[in-house]
């Protein structure tokens, strides 16, 4: 049930565009984004629910694909900050129970 | 506001030994978890909490035990610590189901 997020690390220039993607085997209620820098706590993106609009916060926006069971993060413009690892929880409407990827470790290089 | 605040956030234990990692947050949610990282793992969930008095089991709730008998607080037991229990552990809340999780800062853990 644990989602599967591609790729697993991503090396970038600044200002270069980067999409991490998620995908589960379940249908899904609501996909969550964060973002983990090294030695610290997950820190909240955004989420997308099953039927909402496509979510923005500056240059770093998601989508949610509900028949396909996917999402993905797209970062556009890449600052040095963007750097640390992406996790995509997903969950499926029953408790709340969010169950998170992998992760993806984006580097942006200067 | 502090948030969700977790205690110790370092801990070395020998195999067998017993402790508490303890858990409170001061944004009146109902929703409370506990995750384990692993290196490369991500996050796994072991606990969550839908209200005080109501717990349930994550993906791995094997060797942990967790009570609710406050809004405020959420500790995790472990009991016969093993060395498949060194990991960070983080512990979140959320005011709504499926809602924003806040994370304290975490606690390190080695079992030794």
């Known amino acids: 049930q644990q989602p599967v997020q591609s790729p697993q690390a991503v090396i970038l220039r600044e200002g270069e565009d980067a999409v991490i993607n998620c995908s589960s085997s379940?249908?899904?209620?609501?996909v969550h984004w964060y973002r983990q820098k090294h030695g610290e706590a997950p820190v909240f993106l955004m989420i997308l629910l099953k039927g909402g609009e496509q979510k923005g916060h500056e240059k770093i926006s998601a989508s949610f694909n509900e028949k396909k069971q996917q999402s993905s993060l797209y970062l556009t413009a890449s600052q040095l900050s963007y750097s640390g690892t992406y996790f995509c929880g997903t969950d499926g409407g029953s408790q709340g129970n969010l169950i998170f990827g992998k992760g993806t470790k984006l580097s942006v290089k200067p | 506001n502090a948030g969700v605040t977790q205690t110790p956030k370092f801990r070395i234990l020998k195999i067998g030994q017993s402790m508490t990692l303890q858990c409170t947050q001061d944004?009146?949610?109902?929703?409370m978890y506990w995750y384990r990282q692993d290196p490369g793992m991500g996050l796994k969930l072991i606990y969550y909490s839908v209200g005080a008095g109501i717990t349930d089991k994550g993906e791995v709730p094997n060797g942990y035990n967790v009570s609710r008998s406050t809004t405020e607080d959420f500790p995790l037991r472990l009991e016969l610590a093993a060395p498949s229990q060194t990991s960070v552990y983080f512990c979140?809340?959320?005011?709504?189901?499926?809602?924003?999780?806040?994370f304290g800062e975490g606690s390190r853990l080695t079992v030794l």
């Open positions: 979140a809340s959320s005011r709504l189901l499926t809602g924003e999780l806040f």
């Open positions: 379940k249908a899904l209620y609501s």
């Open positions: 944004m009146n949610h109902n929703y």
